[in-house]
Structure formats: structure tokens, C-alpha cells
């Protein structure tokens, strides 16, 4: 079994930045595209950014980009989102999980896997 453990949370002020990481246990095929995805008090999850292991997709939701940035350590047992500029709507919970394959990926979370106990970020005004 994969696990993923997120950590790198916290709470900081409007423009603030934040790196969160995910560990992840092991690399497989099942867990070869990564993403972070979050969720804020009484709303659906929403998809952040996506990124291949073995390497050449990555991925952005429109509301993060140029803001975000995701990569992985050279071994690929780290997965870090770097977040600058922050802002309060960013504040939510912020979760990693794996799904096979990266393309065609559009912010959608049901079919990823290994979803760990998440990190919480919050940003205030």
C-alpha cells in the first residue's frame, strides 16, 4: 500500500507564501501522477495542479496558476506546492493523492487514490 503523508501548512497573511509537501512511501505506476487538490469549509474539493513522476506533465487549475508551482525531489518521494501570493480565498484544507496517468486531467479528483489526512492552510486578510 501507498501512503502519503502531507505536512507544511499553516496560517499566513494575504501575499504570504507557503510550501507544503507530500511524502509519499513508494513509488508505483498506480501513483505516478500526483496532485493536490483542496477543500475549503462548505465547499466541494477543488483540483490545484498535477504532476507526472516520471516526468513531462504538470498541470494547473486556472485559479492558481502563476501563483503555484508544484515539483518533486529528484528520487520522487517528495511532491511540494510551492504557493506565493497568497490570498484568503486560498484558505482550505489541502490534500495529495495519485491517480495513473496525468493527461486530459481537468480538476477532477474521484478517480485518484491514496488521499492522505491532508494540511491546513489559511490565509488572512
Known amino acids: 500500500q501507498v501512503q502519503f503523508v502531507e505536512s507544511g501548512g499553516g496560517s499566513v497573511q494575504t501575499g504570504g507564501s507557503l510550501r507544503l509537501s507530500c511524502a509519499i512511501s513508494r513509488y508505483t505506476s498506480a501513483s505516478n501522477c500526483v496532485g493536490w487538490f483542496r477543500q475549503a469549509l462548505g465547499k466541494e474539493r477543488e483540483g490545484v495542479a498535477v504532476?507526472?513522476?516520471?516526468?513531462?506533465?504538470?498541470l494547473y487549475a486556472d485559479s492558481v496558476k502563476g501563483r503555484f508551482a508544484i515539483s518533486q525531489e529528484s528520487d520522487r518521494s517528495i511532491v511540494y506546492l510551492q504557493m506565493n501570493s497568497l490570498k484568503p480565498e486560498d484558505t482550505a484544507m489541502y490534500y495529495c493523492?495519485?491517480?495513473?496517468?496525468?493527461?486530459?486531467?481537468?480538476?477532477?479528483?474521484?478517480?485518484?487514490?491514496?488521499w492522505g489526512q491532508g494540511t491546513q492552510v489559511t490565509v488572512s486578510s
Open positions: 504532476l507526472s513522476r516520471s516526468g513531462g506533465t504538470i
Open positions: 493523492a495519485a491517480r495513473t496517468f496525468c493527461a486530459h486531467w481537468r480538476g477532477e479528483s474521484h478517480d485518484f487514490n491514496y
